[in-house]
């Protein structure tokens, strides 16, 4: 579990640094508004500073809520995953033997905070936009479709989906990434259909 634990790390990581800096600035602004707090009026000053606790203390409980989620699988978001499928046992139980498997695939992807993971028996696909860990059977389609909701300074934006046996489906947030996925998927599991929007 010890690579699966990292790649849960490092997903979170940048969710942790966003919500530091943010509570960084709200005491910056923070510390404006009391050094101008003789133009305050008394009403005026407990609401800045009621405004300001408050937003602290929601920041301080996400933060404390993504570290819970680095720091443990129980509470990661990966397991939500397993669980929604009823996986959790059985990739408890072999993810650390698959692991050894020479033929084991590996991806990763700094922008994302992604690391895609093929073993014999598992696809693994965990980045701070989202995770999903599935059986490799169970994979059947990797798609990259044009988004219609608006334009990019590239052109359209292009979001990669895979496709399951079950009907669901899992949207990936790598827009940079999709090509280099895709070429991978098609390599490791050949007998699954890859593509794209024309």
Known sequence: MTKI???IKESERGHIYTL???????VFIFGIMIYKSAEYSTIQRII???????????????????IRRSLHFEHSNVRKSLLTHNLEEEFINTIDSEMLEPS???????????????????FIYISNYGSVIRKRDDIVKAF????????????????????????????????FANNDIVSIISKAIPDIETGRDP
């Open 144 to 175: 990259i479709h044009i988004r219609s909701s608006g334009l990019s300074d590239y052109g359209p934006t292009k979001q990669l989906v895979f496709y399951f046996s079950d009907g669901t489906q899992f949207k990936a947030h790598c827009e």
């Open 20 to 26: 530091l800096m943010s509570l960084l600035t709200f």
């Open 48 to 66: 800045v500073i009621v405004l300001f606790i408050s937003i602290e203390i929601t920041l301080l409980f996400f933060i404390a809520v993504r």
């Open 104 to 122: 084991i695939v590996e991806y990763y992807n700094w922008s994302y905070r992604l690391r895609m993971i093929i073993t014999p028996k598992w």
């Open 5 to 7: 634990m990292d790649a």
